[in-house]
């Protein structure tokens, strides 16, 4: 069984920064991609950033391009979403995820189920 705990969510102004942290129980954190997915208020859960298992190739939605980066440190069993110049309309609950395929898709990136296994989530508010 794969644990997923997420931190470093908070209460920021428009323009601010914040820096998420996904940390990940076993021994097969490096075998498997990672994703970052986010809710907002009456939204569906969607696509925000992935990187591959060597973190060396990422993927991001349009919404985030050029502000968040998706990065990994495969020694911490830890992702990370640097998320800058944020947007009261990023404010949402944050998710990592474990990418259970090595399918990098865009249906594929943004398929839920092709996700295996999530963390419990951290809020992100943006006032305005």
Do not use: H
């Amino acid at each position: 069984q794969v644990q997923l705990v997420e931190s470093g969510g908070g209460l920021v102004q428009a323009g601010g920064s914040l820096r998420l942290s996904c940390a990940a129980s076993g021994r097969t954190f490096s075998m498997y991609g990672m994703g970052w997915f986010r809710q907002g208020p009456g939204k569906e859960r969607a696509f925000v950033a992935a990187t591959t298992r060597s973190g060396g190739t990422t993927f991001y939605a349009d919404s985030v391009k050029g502000r968040f980066t998706i990065s990994r440190d495969n020694a911490k069993n830890t992702v990370y979403l640097q998320m800058n110049s944020l947007k009261p309309e990023d404010t949402a609950v944050y998710y990592c995820a474990r990418k259970r395929t090595g399918l990098y898709s865009n249906d594929s990136l943004s398929d839920r189920s092709e996700y295996d296994y999530w963390g419990q989530g951290t809020q992100v508010t943006v006032s305005s």
